[in-house]
Each structure stands twice: as structure tokens, then as C-alpha cells.
């Protein structure tokens, strides 16, 4: 497997993570101003796996290929970079029984065949890769009419890239948030892209709910969120995305 040095990095850097734990465990806390992109993100799943030959692209340790597993996909693989994640994803699945198959891959370059997958999905992958390599791989392994789904962060609110560089150990040096550009390259690549826009409303007043799924303030946020993001000019301030797209 041919890795360059960014490759390498992000290797140590997760195997690291997976093996000993760090600073950007405590960054976990913040998810539940997402919540409704993980839902959405799992009902995308739930309605498009069954009987499709699945990717989970930088499957990490596995939790969400465990999950995508019980929805009937005719076979689900997990390629990450580290090799660390991969064996306890394994361990995971031949514990609980689960027909998973891992391989330790270069996402970037992989060695799947060309119009292999119905559906490709990832988390927080594509801004820890090359972008052009990684699109042009997922073009080539998924088939005719496959769709993939991706859930990045955005680079663009300026609050948000200031905690960035505030807590620098919480990231890999080489990630690269999601900008204006890398979504044209996109475009350009699939042609139509559904975006949707996730976190501002819901993110700044955090403090004030516990339970996202339950609260009725979260909703009232969340809705906050879409309509604000309908206009194009504020999208720049949301703090995820997910991305959605289709081979033609």
C-alpha cells in the first residue's frame, strides 16, 4: 500500500486515537448540536441499504458499519487507513456475529474494482484526504446510478475556525474543513449535489438543552437552522454538511 507523508500522519494519528485516546475525545461533547444530521444521515442508510454492496469509506473502528449492517445490505465492506482501527473493528463484529468484511486500505487508492458499489457513505473522511484523489476513487468504484452520502465539516464560519486553532491537539495537522471550492470540484465531478447545511442555531445555544432528540428547544433551533440556511450568503456559517450525491 502507497502512502504519502500526509497518508502516514493521518495513520499515526488515528491508530494513535484508537490505541491511547486524546484531547479530541473531549470534542465528542458538541456532537449533540448535530444530532439531526445523524439522524438524517441514518435514515439515508436505512432506506438505501438493503440489498445494495456497501462502502463504509474510513470506517474507523466500525460503529456505524455495525449499524449499517442490520439493514440488509448484500455485503458491507470497512476500509480505513489505520491499521489499529480495523482490527477492533473486526473484533467487534465476530463478536457480535455480524457478516462485515475489513480491509486496511488507502482510501485514496484503493484496490477495489471499478463499478463494484451501489453505495459509498462516510464520516468526517473526505476532509482528512486528498479531496480529488478520494472523488475520483469513489467515481471509479461505485457503479452506474450509485449514490454516495458523506457527513464533513464546514470550514467557512470564522467562530468555528478559531476554536479550531485554539485546540490544534483535538485535530490532525493535514484536515481540511470543508470550503466554497472544494464543493464546485464536486459538482464538477457528479454533476447535481444535494447539500444540506447543519449547526448554528443549535450549536451556539448548546448549554441550554441536554437531550436533542427530546427537547423541544433543539427542534425549535434545528428549524432555526434550516430556515437560515435557505439563503445561500449563510450557509458559510453552518458547521456541517452532508453531501449527497450520484454517479451517472
Not at 438493503?50 to 445490505?73: E, Q
Amino acid at each position: 500500500m502507497s502512502l504519502t507523508d500526509i497518508n502516514l500522519r493521518e495513520k499515526d494519528f488515528h491508530n494513535d486515537l484508537h490505541l491511547n485516546g486524546n484531547s479530541r475525545l473531549s470534542q465528542n461533547k458538541f456532537y449533540k448540536a448535530i444530532f439531526n444530521i445523524f439522524r438524517d444521515f441514518d435514515k439515508y442508510l436505512e432506506e438505501n441499504s438493503t440489498n445494495k454492496v456497501i462502502l463504509d469509506y474510513g470506517c474507523g473502528v466500525g460503529d456505524v458499519t455495525r449499524k449499517t449492517a442490520k439493514y440488509n445490505p448484500s455485503k458491507i465492506i470497512g476500509a480505513d487507513i489505520s491499521d489499529v482501527s480495523i482490527e477492533k473493528a473486526s473484533k467487534k463484529s465476530k463478536e457480535l456475529n455480524l457478516d462485515i468484511e475489513y480491509r486496511v486500505e488507502n482510501c485514496e487508492n484503493t484496490n477495489f474494482n471499478s463499478n463494484t458499489f451501489d453505495l459509498i457513505y462516510g464520516t468526517g473522511i473526505l476532509h482528512h484526504l486528498n479531496l480529488e484523489k478520494s472523488i475520483n476513487e469513489i467515481n471509479r468504484i461505485l457503479k452506474k446510478n450509485g449514490s454516495m452520502i458523506f457527513l464533513e465539516p464546514m470550514g467557512t464560519n470564522p467562530f468555528i475556525n478559531l476554536y479550531r486553532k485554539f485546540t490544534p491537539k483535538a485535530r490532525s495537522i493535514d484536515e481540511h474543513p470543508f470550503v466554497s471550492k472544494d464543493f464546485k470540484f464536486l459538482q464538477k465531478t457528479f454533476g447535481k449535489l444535494d447539500l444540506q447545511y447543519y449547526g448554528f442555531f443549535t450549536l451556539i445555544f448548546i448549554p441550554f438543552y441536554k437531550d436533542p432528540e427530546n427537547s423541544y428547544f433543539y427542534k425549535l433551533l434545528a428549524f432555526l437552522d434550516k430556515l437560515i440556511f435557505k439563503i445561500k450568503f449563510l450557509r458559510f456559517l453552518s458547521w456541517s454538511v452532508l453531501i449527497i450525491a450520484k454517479k451517472v
